[in-house]
């Protein structure tokens, strides 16, 4: 009993810690996979801004560009940079040697990011940036402390700086040089990113959820015949 306690603890605790955001509060925000324009708005942040260090190479530009209703021709044509082909996995175009030299480890992939993490929690890390001139790229993350990210995003949001209370701790974040976007066209921006994000870890969640209501409704027919048909063969039976 003992050892099977010990194993349930080795398998679970990395993903409680992993779930995990300590004392920092999370902007909850409610995610509409049927909505494409937002997805193929993520989709466009995503492949400008994102997959320059990090990769989805677990999804196809074809089997997205079907999902989100955009033709092949303007995949290929606005939506990648490399030369790659419809049928391509969407790898990044940092090779892992640059990587390594200039963050220390590649960045990760992100197909499953908003599983492991959160939709909360991403929406949360992307605007929580703030100014640290002590830091390497001269940022740091409320969300997510001394991580080791330029914020890519700087230049649509503006730079940010730490307001701190009496006892030196960060209380909120105010904007000090502004952004491309306002306050509001930038959180759009990355709800869009986040939705995107949701649908790339599972593209099958919404026919799964279709044909699991078929599914119900079929067992809901077919139990009335059954029972009609049960009836029908012990109604002599006695």
């Known amino acids: 009993m003992r050892k099977l306690i010990i194993t349930v603890l080795f398998v679970f605790m990395p993903l409680m810690g992993m779930a995990s955001t300590g004392d920092v509060h999370l902007d909850h925000i409610e995610l509409d996979l049927q909505n494409k324009a937002s997805l193929q708005s993520g989709l466009k942040t995503f492949v400008n801004y994102c997959m320059g260090c990090h990769s989805a190479r677990f999804s196809r530009y074809e089997r997205v560009a079907d999902d989100l209703g955009i033709p092949h021709e303007a995949m290929l044509e606005n939506l990648t940079f490399g030369g790659e082909k419809i049928g391509s996995l969407m790898d ?107 649908y790339l870890g599972e593209p099958m969640v919404l026919k799964r959820q279709s044909l699991g209501v078929k599914v119900l409704i079929f067992i809901l027919f077919l139990s009335i015949f059954v029972y009609l048909l049960n009836r029908e063969y012990w109604k002599d039976i006695h």
């Open 92 to 198: 990044k175009s940092m090779t892992s040697s640059a990587a390594k030299i200039w963050f220390g480890a590649p960045p990760p992939d992100l197909t499953l990011v908003a599983r492991v993490r959160s939709p909360d929690w991403l929406y949360t890390y992307m605007r929580s940036f703030y100014r640290d001139e002590d830091r390497v790229w001269g940022v740091n993350n409320l969300t997510f402390p001394n991580v080791g990210m330029p914020h890519v995003l700087e230049g649509l949001q503006g730079v940010q700086q730490c307001v701190a209370d009496a006892d030196g701790h960060c209380e909120q974040l105010k904007i000090t040089r502004p952004g491309s976007m306002s306050t509001q066209e930038y959180d759009k921006t990355i709800y869009d990113l986040v939705n995107f994000l949701e």
